[in-house]
């Protein structure tokens, strides 16, 4: 640390001294947390301004949002909480980089007290380059245990908690992570695979299909449209469809369940906005439209008739 | 990740899938690790390209050894072990990618395997700006508990466990992080504050100083001098003794203990290379030279006479 340099971190870390999950002071190390009686989760992404966001559209708060929610969003496909973050930034030494370093944390930080998790500490660097922003996040499994990609079955129905499609019109952002949701379906039916969306529905969708061992197809009429992808259609020439199958950053969750434990989330609805999109087969990633069942590319491209 | 890319981390995975410290597979959202029965370190470095190494000069395999290291160094600093690491990564599109994340991952590896802790997981990104490595460690406290910066007492002897300065010739790319010796000095004495050397010796000692609310007193012709800090000054005019002083990472670690314990330290000498370096007092950072007490600035500056 250059003298002179806006000290992120330790700002940062003198921000959450007082916390009581926290056991050391911010001048140390490392950060230190208390023993956990559960597996310990752990997600790491790294952001690049020019392919996650332009900093200059955008700021300093979104970034910070949208780095520390899309991590949260993949504690929430393994159906944990999270727990502690620490945040890794580089900032450009063009322009303000205290005012941006202060519009990031806050970005960070709102994510963090929305979900009640501690931000216990990280690096900083300055740079004549882009910024980047890399959030490490730590998380714990409920009882039930964790829910991985793995565990989807032939006769499984496969669901998705809300609308996708066209989320690149600003939903990309200020996603909302699935961390209750994935809890009370988590206590409520049994999950045999779970994902966040964030390659796209079918991307990701087929990432289960892959760790399972299995195929799926998907019902065209079934699927929830997002009204930005009906927007973005008008403007691409693509089908709203297809939007809400190949877009990505939606950070729904989709998860299979047995047709039994699917009966009940229709019957009960745990969680609002739940759709039933589909059934798991033994191979294939098909779509199904009007009884015509075409080959469905992870990409959402729909296989012309 | 687009289609075509290198996916570095889903290669890292695929190399630790085997290990059974990682409770799922290489392709979930998350890393699974499993409790802990003693408090967890959290510990996170940025490295960028330009700053903290130049990657055209020392290539992808010395980035990835100091990346790890340098984490490494900062869970001895409080007298942990390693436990599991993520890898953040943003690669140059300029230039060969796949060659570059593979040197890359012998270097982490490297230092991981030596310290016997998993690469668990990670994310990485491509752009036209410089290389970006982040690496985030976990680790365990001993039975004895984390040791903080926060303890040191005047009256304290002040111990560094090697030679000091002039890393910038070389040695600052391949520290050898002391955990073996922090364990060691561990189960031996009640360390009252210890810290690594990144920022110099005088700085880090004086970030001792400030968490534990006291001074120390240097003696100059005590300073172990690292024959790389004698090169230097023939090259900068500067005296040896003010590169061991002010050069950073060396990742020696500094370290306070009573008198008596100090005696013992002295007299068993658990590691080798101990070196008794001074004394803590009321208050200030002093060096004193043939019995003339000046201030020490944490820069590594002597005071003139």
Redesign the interface.
Known sequence: ?P?GEFDFIRWVRDRTAADPRV???P??????????????????????????FRLAEVGGWAVGRKAMAANVS??A??A?SPT?A?????LPNAGNSRQLAEGLYAGLREVADAFDFPI???????????L?V?V?L??E?TGRG?V???GAKPGDWVFVTGPCGGSILGRHLSPTPRVREALALHVTVELHAM??VS?GLAADLS?IL??SRCGAVVLADAVPVHPDAITLSQRTGKRPLEHALGDGEDFELVFTVSASDGERLLRERPVPGLAKIGECVESGLWLDEGGARRPLAPTGWVHPV
């Open positions: 640390m003298s056991l050391v002071g001048g140390d190390d490392c950060a230190v947390l208390t023993p956990t009686r559960r597996p310990t989760f752990v997600t790491t992404d790294v952001l690049t301004d020019g392919v996650d993949d504690i496909a393994m944990g502690a620490v945040v890794g930034v580089v216990v500490g990280g690096d900083t660097n300055t740079w004549s380059d882009g980047v890399s490490t730590l998380g499994a964790p991985t990609r793995g994902i966040d390659d990432h892959e760790e």
